[in-house]
């Protein structure tokens, strides 16, 4: 078959909106129609040439929602014309690391995944006959994909889809990180470096986990506003402040440290005042930024030694076809918010204006409506 997709051909350049040659579901694959599609930071980074498994030419996009159109052989757990969400985090619950209980990593699929392939070896999309590569297993910018089975979460079908794609990615990975892999208490001090998509949806977190301070720092003072909607208590500004002053000013507004900090900039610089705004004792970082192929986080180990902890997140600790079912219906009945993060609706047409929206800081979450 066909389908318009928007095409990453080379590092840096605009996406092309083209016509693609797609096959259709093999074995334990399934056709999915992409109702809409968010456009994330790690689209942006991977698009930029900074991801060290980017590969080109690919249909980027990871954070969709749509119908299941076709479904190949031995599929059993969905079905023509079930709602569901791509996960670029699958869950095949038969791996070592499904079967854990410690980790929502699942390796099933990772080693083709991650060099663009469907776990057959081969790629569905093709363009005037030369392949076209998948992104993390997903290619949401694309108006039809194929999936594995596993790396599909079925969802209620009035959830609509302009809004529930955002679950994609930023919501499950910004509130996982708060109540999957923090696990923040009631009357923990929060405070969380970046506001953007990943960012205001880890403040949302940590208001429903009942967090005490919620301290959101950023360099745009337009966050501001955005991160009181959600839950934020407190504001700082570290535009031209130096490490040294970030830490003894989260230090002393939060008599000592945070209780956990949340890295969601991508910046490694960022994740090691992340770090050492910590509380000495007990305090956590957790990373969820994805950083630029090559760079690398340091700290004194003598900030380990006394207490703090460092971590990372990916899907915010959640098991896709368990847990993203649950979070559309918080999302449904109201326990979360996703429609006021969604600042811009474009055409596929419109997919690069999403992009340099995000660049210049003026947008929250775009998503593209097919
Ligand atoms: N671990 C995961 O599973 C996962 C999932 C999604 C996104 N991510 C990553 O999370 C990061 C954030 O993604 P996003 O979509 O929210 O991006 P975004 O562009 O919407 O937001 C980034 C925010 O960080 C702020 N910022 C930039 N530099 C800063 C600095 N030095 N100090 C303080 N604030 C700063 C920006 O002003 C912006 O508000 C990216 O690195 C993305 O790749 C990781
Ligand atoms: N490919 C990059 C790392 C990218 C990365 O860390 N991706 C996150 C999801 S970001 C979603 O917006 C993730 O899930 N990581 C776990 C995994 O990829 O298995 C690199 O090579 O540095
Ligand atoms: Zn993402
Ligand atoms: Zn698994």
């Not at 109702?35 to 690919?58: K, N, Q, V």
């Not at 002393?252 to 960022?270: I, L, W």
């Not at 995000?358 to 593209?368: C, K, L």
């Amino acid at each position: 078959m066909k389908t318009r997709a928007a095409v990453a051909f080379a590092p840096k350049q605009p996406l092309e909106i083209v016509e693609l040659d797609l096959e259709g579901p093999k074995a334990g694959e399934v056709l999915v129609e992409i109702m809409a599609t968010g456009i994330c930071h790690t689209d942006a980074y991977t698009l930029d040439g900074l991801d060290s498994e980017g590969i080109f030419p690919s249909v980027l996009g990871h954070e969709g929602a749509g119908i299941v159109r076709e479904v190949g052989a031995g599929v059993t757990s969905v079905k023509p014309g079930d709602h569901v969400i791509p996960l670029y985090t699958p869950e095949c619950r038969q791996c070592k690391s499904c079967l854990s209980g410690k980790t929502n990593l699942c390796t099933a699929i990772r080693a083709t995944q991650g060099k663009g392939l469907m776990p057959d070896g081969t790629t569905r999309f093709s363009y005037k006959g030369e392949p076209i590569f998948h992104y993390m297993g997903c290619s949401t910018f694309s108006n039809f994909t194929v999936l594995p089975e596993i790396a599909v979460a079925k969802i209620r079908e009035d959830a609509p889809f302009q809004t529930s794609c955002y679950i994609g990615c930023g919501v499950t990975t910004g509130v996982g990180a708060v109540t999957n892999t923090a696990k923040v208490q009631v009357g923990d001090n929060v405070v969380v470096f970046g506001l953007g998509g990943i960012g205001l949806n880890v403040i949302q977190g940590a208001r429903l986990a009942g967090a005490n301070m919620i301290v959101g720092i950023d360099i745009n003072p337009d966050r501001e506003e955005w991160g009181r909607k959600f839950g934020m208590t407190h504001f700082l500004n570290t535009k031209g402040m130096s490490r040294d002053e970030v830490v003894a000013k989260v230090v002393e507004m939060t008599d000592g440290g945070a209780d956990y900090t949340f890295d969601c900039t991508g910046n490694t610089e960022v994740m090691r005042t992340a770090l050492e705004a910590c509380h000495r004792g007990w305090g956590t970082s957790i990373i969820i930024g994805v950083a630029e192929a090559g760079k690398e986080i340091a700290t004194r180990p003598f900030q380990l030694v006394t207490g703090r902890n460092w971590r990372g997140t990916a899907f915010g600790g959640a098991k896709g076809r368990t847990d993203v079912p649950k979070i559309v219906d918080w999302y449904m009945d109201g326990k979360i918010e996703i429609d006021p993060m969604i600042t811009h609706v474009l055409s596929l047409e419109e997919i690069n204006k999403g992009f340099d929206l995000m660049h210049a800081g003026e947008s929250i979450r775009s998503v593209v409506v097919f």
